[in-house]
């Protein structure tokens, strides 16, 4: 079995880094006393992160990018790999969340949603892979939900990206591991985050985007295959998947306040 990399092996690389769940695990791994590599579209969110970690054991070094740019991804490996040393973590977390209204249903958030969640994910890990399969060492954790277990209210094209991530890291899991890369999937709860904002449905359990950090950065300190926090809400969710599928969609509508056609919440629109 493949086993957690730690600083002495490399640096880390945390994609979507400008906010939320990113930003914070890019602040924490600092903190710990990585070198690491900020990636995501916000040059000026990243100039202020990095300025955030000058005190830290570690430092931030910002590589301003989009993931769904493949060729940008192996730019920036091959010039992080060159500048500071091999990338021994990756924390690919870069994402977007579009809300759909079922009942105003456009295909048009499908594309932009899978672009970045699932394809830009994709570019990252050819490079991140190429250059750890040559040591035989590496670690990569992929960031997905809950909303990838089953469906919720608005994450149409959401959930079926980060379901598909959760496939993504089985399957790598499986061929990966026995190289000595170890692969880990993140499917964390309702996260205060500002793509969770303006979510037009109750969120259980909601967590605060720092503790989630926390809760990632020791569980790469693990072999787990599975981090998944908080376990009060996401253990329930799991359980859902012993029921009759019928009986878990009639619950989910109600417990999301769905199940009254007049008195649906509304969809907010927009990118978070």
Known sequence: MADPVTKEDGVAWVTGASSGIGRD????????GWQVVATARRVGELAELAELSKDLAGEIRPFAGDVSDKAAMQS?????????????LCILNAGVFKPIDARNFTADAFQSTFDINLVG??????????SMKARGKGQIALVASVTGYGGLP????????????????????IELDPIGLLIQVVNPGFIDTPATKNNPFPMP???????????????LKSTRFELTFPRRFTYVLKALDFLPTTWRLALVRKLTGWDDPHTTPDVPTGDA
């Open 154 to 173: 608005t994450s149409s094209a959401y959930g079926a990206s980060k379901a598909a991530l959760i496939n993504l890291a089985e399957t790598l899991r």
């Open 205 to 219: 359990a909601l967590m605060a985007s720092p503790d989630a950090a926390d809760r990632i950065v020791d569980g």
């Open 121 to 130: 994910v994709a570019n990252c890990l050819e490079p991140a892979i190429a």
């Open 25 to 32: 695990v890019a602040l924490r791994l600092a903190a710990d």
């Open 76 to 88: 920036i490996v091959e010039r992080v790999e060159h500048q500071f040393g091999k990338v021994a």
